[in-house]
């Protein structure tokens, strides 16, 4: 069992600066690495840094949980598992090693395994939150469980700050697998969309497929003999692995582009059509990434047209990176807002201008 040195433990800290926030009603933008300015609005705030707040609370690989705090970076946590030779499945960029572990659950955004494995929302068991009314509250454990009606843990993944401070995450983790092998294989995208519903009818062992436009990329996962059959039933040359890193961490060419940066989040079934500007379909089909400077409404047409939903990865045009909420769905997010931060203390209006 690993535990690391209470020395960086600063919730004391932080609880302090969020109670003189809430005496004074004075806004606070959370801050941990800045490695994801987007997507989001801007938050014209007071910055709280949760980077000091850093290390292992507690680690016994045989249970496969880590607790850490908010701000260990995500380099660090996936150091610490491989050293065990153990993953957080939901692969998480690390941002060259400027994300932390509270940004990774405050934003969500899980890597090419999501569609394979879950989103990184299913791995998060419990937390520790300092609330709008300056307590510091522990929701779940290292065991799935509900509280008081609400499984904060999850609700406050995603949620961008907006609901409370992260001290402390508890995450499941897993056994990296047995074999993985990394194939290329040239068709065009909408055979491969059609072959990737295919191979997933068969159940064959794929935990990565994205398409660049010219090559489908294909990751397999599984024991020795299910990747070695299924490489042969898809055929393919082989390639080594540094493509989902660069993937993950957005380092490939395509995200060199000038333009916006958009996130499409379709059913992997959805159809492929034009779009304004270069298109990478990741996730099976089911993420498709749009460079491009059409304007909001007319990117947001086109996803809902796809069964989806499009979210700004840059700066856009209309200051509204998320897809508009129906008024029904925005009372709930008010409501709970209201019950975890009633002051409007944390991120004020990165999620939503009236958030």
């Known amino acids: 069992m690993r535990q690391d040195s209470q020395a960086h433990d600063h919730s004391a800290v932080l609880i302090e600066q969020v109670c003189e926030a809430i005496a004074a009603?004075?806004?606070?933008?959370?801050?941990?690495?800045?490695?994801?300015?987007?997507?989001?609005?801007?938050?014209?705030?007071?910055?709280?840094?949760?980077?000091?707040?850093?290390?292992?609370?507690?680690?016994?690989?045989?249970?496969l949980v880590?607790?850490?705090?908010?701000?260990?970076?995500?380099?660090?946590?996936?150091?610490?598992?491989?050293?065990?030779?153990?993953?957080?499945?939901?692969?998480?960029?690390s941002f060259g090693g400027a994300a932390t572990v509270g940004g990774m659950v405050a934003s969500g955004l899980a890597g090419p395994r999501r569609p394979w494995v879950g989103s990184v929302r299913d791995f998060v068991l419990g937390c520790r939150l300092i609330t709008g009314q300056g307590r510091h509250l522990r929701f779940g454990g290292e065991v799935m469980k509900n509280v008081a009606g609400y499984d904060v843990s999850r609700l406050v993944t995603g949620s961008f700050g907006c609901l409370g401070l992260l001290t402390e995450v508890s995450l499941k983790v897993l056994p990296k697998p047995r074999a993985t092998r990394h194939i290329e294989v040239d068709m065009p995208a909408a055979a491969a969309l059609a072959q990737l519903a295919a191979w997933r009818r068969a159940g064959l062992p794929i935990a990565g497929a994205c398409h660049d436009g010219a090559t489908l990329h294909l990751r397999l996962?599984?024991?020795?003999?299910s990747v070695r059959g299924a490489h042969a039933r898809i055929g393919?040359?082989?390639?080594?692995?540094?493509?989902?890193?660069?993937?993950?961490?957005?380092?490939?060419?395509?995200?060199?582009?000038?333009?916006?940066?958009?996130?499409?989040?379709?059913?992997?079934?959805?159809?492929?059509?034009?779009?304004?500007?270069?298109?990478?379909?990741d996730?099976?089909?089911?993420?498709?990434?749009?460079?491009?400077?059409?304007?909001?409404?007319?990117?947001?047409?086109?996803?809902?047209?796809?069964?989806?939903?499009?979210?700004?990865?840059?700066?856009?045009?209309?200051?509204?990176?998320?897809?508009?909420?129906?008024?029904?769905?925005?009372?709930?997010?008010?409501?709970?807002?209201?019950?975890?931060?009633?002051?409007?203390i944390f991120n004020p209006g990165r999620l939503y201008a009236d958030f």
């Open 221 to 225: 996962e599984g024991g020795v003999e």
């Open 66 to 93: 880590i607790t850490v705090r908010a701000g260990t970076p995500v380099s660090e946590l996936d150091d610490v598992l491989d050293d065990s030779g153990q993953m957080l499945p939901c692969e998480v960029a």
């Open 25 to 63: 009603r004075a806004p606070l933008f959370i801050r941990g690495g800045g490695s994801k300015p987007f997507p989001g609005r801007q938050v014209d705030a007071a910055p709280i840094d949760t980077r000091a707040h850093r290390g292992i609370v507690n680690y016994d690989p045989t249970e």
């Open 236 to 281: 393919g040359a082989g390639a080594d692995s540094t493509f989902w890193r660069a993937l993950r961490e957005q380092r490939l060419s395509f995200f060199d582009d000038a333009r916006p940066l958009w996130r499409l989040s379709v059913p992997p079934t959805a159809p492929l059509i034009e779009l304004p500007g270069p298109c990478l379909v």
């Open 283 to 344: 996730w099976g089909g089911a993420q498709r990434w749009l460079k491009s400077d059409a304007s909001a409404k007319v990117v947001r047409e086109l996803a809902q047209r796809l069964g989806g939903h499009a979210t700004g990865f840059s700066a856009v045009a209309s200051g509204e990176a998320f897809h508009p909420l129906p008024a029904a769905l925005m009372r709930y997010h008010r409501a709970l807002k209201q019950q975890l931060d009633p002051y409007a």
